[in-house]
């Protein structure tokens, strides 16, 4: 049965904080707008933060299409909000990583911190072999980055580099 009782609405209840919450919470939205206590008046304006960068590397044979392998690269970047600092092709069939001269741009490029990491959609695109892979993903970490690969437990239907 519906009541025809004017219902008692309660409003909001006041912020009860007390000195020391109000001091920390104080910290810490100026810790995020980029002051340090104790260095120098609070900055009027915040930081700005730049979104992180990624390289795609596709690597495939000289006569193969790889536009399905990029374009799923260049979607899954952009739902994790990534912008991508360059998109780059090996076609150089089956050498090894380190014969690669894209491969090799693409760690550069995260050494010279224009990108945080090479995304790949397979492992296969960087080697066949574990030993090889581990050895590349060792390289990217070693200059600051880090290798993603986004499909690493997805089928792969194409011909491995």
Known sequence: MVST?????QGPTPAR??????K???ALADHAAGHVPGEG???DHASKVGRFRVVIYLCAAANSDISG???ECTEYAAAFGWEIAEVVEDRVGLLPPEGREGLT????MVGKREAGAVLTPWRSMISTIP???DEVARNVEKVGGFLHVMGSDRVRPHTPC
């Open 41 to 43: 008046p609070v900055p």
């Open 105 to 108: 741009r693409a760690v550069e």
């Open 5 to 9: 009782e004017p219902v008692l609405k």
């Open 69 to 71: 392998p990029r374009k």
């Open 24 to 26: 920390r919470r104080q």
């Open 131 to 133: 030993q090889e892979y």
């Open 17 to 22: 904080r007390t000195a020391g919450e109000k």
